[in-house]
């Protein structure tokens, strides 16, 4: 599979009827997508439809292989070298490993948490506005587009209150809970279409985890949001559907509900009533 | 998971214990039918007590199990049903002592003579409420299918005893013997007690499916 990471080409719109309508339906699709770590085979054939506008909970035990397929959303595997990988993805309605797809524009459109936040050791407003620069010539963004760029997006993560007296405040200096916020706002000037977010509250104390996942809830469908979570009571909580993995497999896509009440293979019912995992 | 799973079947057998008594009192009840018995009026109306309180505990261990563990899937299924069967069994404990109740209006009346297919229907009703704590102990969907489509033969019993009981002549005869007014009254009631019964052993069956699909079939067509 040809890897590009130097095509500067947007992604372009789809344009036949059928596929538009599979973009609608779905942001995040893979076909018998398989990836090794060297000689270790973290993903074994996954097929898995990911719809616009929902959150996704990616749950399984640890090693089953949430984080990889997570990364590969965004070809961020690539980086840790020593990846192969076959098998499609497509992202809204892209392959990702198409010649014309450039890594840099599609990680415009798909913004990542991780799960310590990173904010960088600059100020407030410079990180909000870290991405958005990256990808826009700084002579075309005026002073009051970004002031308006960071305010909208802080407002956006329920961050602009506390912090709108002190915006070159460096963003280190911010609680863990807040710099999550932060880490989250920088995506929004970007407008991105997929979150994805790595266990974005593993780091935090209750309340903030409370106040994360409300923030996840309220960008449901603007956004569509791919987490990965050790927490079922989290997995629950604040996902739409699930998808349950083991040993680099999907067992299970379904509603939340559906998984939590009546799930249709035993491995999964086993792992989300706590019986191993 | 090992002290959950070990509070679950400590509440299993608190269920399978109050199904047992429910069978108790409907036998007892239902004795009383062909062999008249002095004391099932009190024995049924204790046991009912007895029954009434095994509800209240096995709902707050559902609820205290629901609170801590926070079930899920196939637990959580059946901590729900848990809570419906013991509903639906309390009801059948209520059921037993309106059979004695009118029972014992015949009795007081002096004629406790009863409708020929009275006792049959109660031997029905009474394999039954037995054959779905069963299914529904043994998690048997195709059991508790089975034993749904035996309310359409309560049902016609149900009909059959009361238009016998009240036909012409025989209320015309009644009338002039106000006791077998009384008689009459008390045996369409006991028929539909039973009837009502039967219902519930087919609420318990609907649960069956519920516990292991995950599907509500209560109001749903044949």
């Known amino acids: 599979m040809a890897v590009d990471t130097t095509s500067q080409e947007v992604i372009e719109p789809v344009e036949s009827a059928q596929e538009e309508e599979q973009l609608v339906q779905y942001s995040i699709q893979t076909r018998d997508l398989s990836l090794w770590y060297g000689d270790f085979q973290a993903l074994e054939n996954v097929t898995v439809n990911i719809p616009k506008g929902v959150i996704t909970g990616l749950i399984g035990p640890s090693g089953c292989g949430k984080t990889t397929l997570l990364r590969c959303f965004n070809r961020i595997n690539e980086r840790y070298g020593n990846v192969t990988t076959t098998g499609e993805i497509e992202v809204l309605g892209k392959n990702l490993y198409d010649s014309d797809v450039s890594v840099r524009q599609l990680r415009r459109k798909i913004g990542m948490v991780f799960q310590r936040p990173n904010p960088l050791p600059i100020s407030i407003y410079d990180n909000v506005l870290f991405g958005i620069r990256v990808h826009t010539p700084n002579r075309e963004l005026g002073r009051g587009e970004r002031d308006h760029l960071v305010e909208s997006a802080l407002k956006e993560v329920k961050l602009w209150d506390t912090v709108k007296d002190q915006l070159k405040k460096k963003a280190t200096l911010l609680t863990l809970e807040q710099q999550q916020k932060l880490c989250i706002a920088r995506l929004l000037p970007l407008k991105p279409e997929v979150i994805l977010m790595d266990e974005p509250c593993s780091a935090l104390d209750a309340e903030g985890v409370e106040r994360i996942e409300n923030l996840i809830s309220e960008l449901r469908d603007d956004y569509t949001v791919v987490i990965v979570t050790h927490n079922m009571a989290q997995a629950r909580r604040a996902t739409d559907e699930c998808i349950f993995m083991l040993l680099g497999k999907i067992i299970e896509h379904d509603k939340t509900s559906t998984i939590f009440f009546n799930p249709q293979h035993e491995q999964t019912e086993m792992y989300i009533q706590g019986r191993y995992g | ?222």
């Open chain 2, 1 to 222: 998971m090992k002290k959950f799973d070990e509070e679950l079947a400590v509440l299993h057998k608190q269920l399978i214990a109050m199904g047992s008594l429910a069978e108790e009192m409907l036998a007892t009840a239902t004795q009383s039918l062909s062999s008249r018995s002095d004391n099932a009026f009190d024995l049924v109306t204790e046991s009912e007590q007895n029954m009434d309180q095994m509800q209240l505990d096995i709902d707050q261990e559902v609820v205290r199990l629901l609170t801590v563990y926070g079930p899920v899937a196939t637990d959580l299924r059946y901590l729900l049903t848990v809570s419906k069967v013991t509903s639906g069994l309390e009801r059948i404990g209520d059921q037993a002592v309106n059979i004695c109740e009118a029972m014992q209006l015949m009795v007081d009346k002096g004629n406790s003579d009863t409708q020929s297919q009275l006792p049959h229907m109660a031997q029905l009703v009474q394999t039954m409420l037995r054959q779905s704590l069963d299914a529904y102990i043994n998690k048997n969907t195709k059991a508790s299918e089975s034993i749904m489509g035996q309310d359409d033969v309560i049902d016609s019993l149900n009909d059959q005893i009361a238009r016998e009981l009240l036909s012409d002549d025989i209320v015309r005869e009644a009338i002039k013997a106000p006791q077998d007014i009384a008689n009459i009254m008390a045996q369409i009631l006991i028929a539909r007690s039973l009837e009502r019964i039967a219902d519930q052993a087919c609420n318990i069956c609907e649960e069956v499916f519920y516990l292991v699909k995950g599907d509500d079939v209560r109001h749903s067509e044949g």
